[in-house]
Each structure stands twice: as C-alpha cells, then as structure tokens.
C-alpha cells in the first residue's frame, strides 16, 4: 500500500522559504506515470491545491502562488518537494503532499482529476 | 471565498440518508468530473468518490455521488457515528487550469 509522509520545517521566519519534502513508501515514485501534488489547508479552513508535478520535470502551479513556488523531485529517494519563498502570515497551513492531481481528459470530452493517497499533513507556522 | 459552494454544516441522525450538495460552474463541475473527500478530525482528507459517481475500493456503498449540470451532490445512507467528517468536492476548473475545492461541509451525527 502506497504510503506518503510529508517532513520539514515547522516553524519557518517571515520573508524566508519554506521547505518541505514527501517520502513515498510501499511502491516507486518513478512507476504508473502519475503526477504528484502538495495541497495546503489554513487552520480552520478549506484545502488549496499548490501545485503538482511529473517525474519528467514538468510542472504545473496554481497561478496565485506560481511566482514562488516551486517542485522538484529526488527519484534516488523516492521522494518530491516544495520550496515556497517569500513567506507571511497568510502561508501558515498544514500542507499536504499526494499522488494525483493532473488533468486527465476522459473519453466524455471532460477532464478528471483528484488526489489519493494524501501523507497526513504537517504544519508550517510562518512567525517571528 | 472557495470555488466550488458547499453548505458549512450537514446532519442527520444513526440510520438516515444525508444529502451534501456542491454547486460550480460551467469552467469546473460543468464541463468535468466531481470527486469528494472526507476529513476525519486531525487527519488527512481521503478520496471518497471520484469521477462523479466512482468509489474507491474498501469504500462502502453507502456512500453514492452524483452530478446534474453545474451541481454535485454526496449522498449518505445508513448514517453512522463514525461519518462525522468535514467533506470537500472538488474539480478541475479550466478557468484556473487547476483542481479546486469547495469550502467543506462539517457532518454532525446526532
């Protein structure tokens, strides 16, 4: 069973990058051509997608973060990250890593996406 | 102010079928497919239905999603203390170019 768990800084100082890294267990991340995301969740409120990525490189960001994030991948680790510079308040979440989140088109014209599994989350604090 | 439009809160009694609706647009849940997650206290958000009506394996049948134009809707019978959850929709908005969610719907079991 695929397992995801996400790993970094907790406590991260305003203006600085934050840092987090996904470690994928029970299978490779280089298998199934899947993409792979990061979703962020502020306390007490809903989820935004910030990104995902495939093992080729290619990326793809949510357009009001696009000019500071960025997704890369250590396919020797199994593993993918996220760095997100210039960091306030308003980036203080939990943030999620998981497998999916490409579009793809199915035969009915439309496009299907979504995310499984999810790692269980960690919680950045962005504070002096 | 999320994409996709859930009702904040739900509920329902042991035993009942509660009804969450999601409602969009023609750039999102128009024009593609709908899945919903479940957010138990403290945990990660797993997938529920995907592709409006498809349930994960280890998923139970009482939980069934369905889509009419530009609206979603969860449905859950034979409600149990355990589904008392946050539950989120989602879709991929062509607007965005990217998956969006809704606000969540907080599920009481009285």
């Known amino acids: 069973q695929l397992r995801l768990q996400e790993s970094g800084s907790g406590l991260v100082k305003p203006s600085q990058t934050l840092s987090l890294t996904c470690a994928v267990s029970g299978g490779s991340i280089s298998s199934g051509g899947y993409s792979w995301s990061w979703i962020r969740q502020p306390p007490g409120k809903g989820l935004e997608w910030i990104g995902y990525m495939y093992l080729s490189g290619s990326t793809h960001y949510n357009p009001s973060l696009k000019s500071r994030v960025s997704l890369s991948v250590d396919r020797s680790k199994n593993q993918f990250s996220l760095k997100l510079t210039s960091v306030t308040a308003a980036d203080t979440a939990v943030y999620f890593c998981?497998?999916?989140?490409?579009?793809?088109?199915?035969?009915?014209?439309?496009?299907?996406?979504?995310?499984?599994?999810w790692g269980q989350g960690t919680l950045v604090t962005v504070s002096s | 102010q999320s994409v996709l439009t859930q009702p904040p809160s739900a509920s329902g009694t042991p035993g009942q079928r509660v009804t969450i609706s999601c409602s969009g647009s023609s750039s999102n849940i128009g024009s593609n497919t709908v899945n919903w997650y479940r957010q138990l206290p403290g945990t990660a958000p797993k997938l529920l239905i995907y592709s409006n009506n498809q349930r994960p394996s280890g998923v139970p049948d009482r939980f069934s999603g369905s889509k009419s134009g530009t609206s979603a809707s969860l449905a859950i019978s034979g409600l149990q203390s355990e589904d008392e959850a946050d539950y989120y929709c989602?879709?991929?908005?062509?607007?965005?170019?990217?998956?969006?969610f809704g606000g969540g719907t907080k599920l009481t079991v009285l």
């Open positions: 989602a879709a991929w908005d062509d607007s965005l170019d990217g998956p969006v």
């Open positions: 998981a497998r999916g989140g490409a579009a793809v088109p199915t035969a009915q014209g439309e496009i299907a996406t979504w995310f499984d599994p």
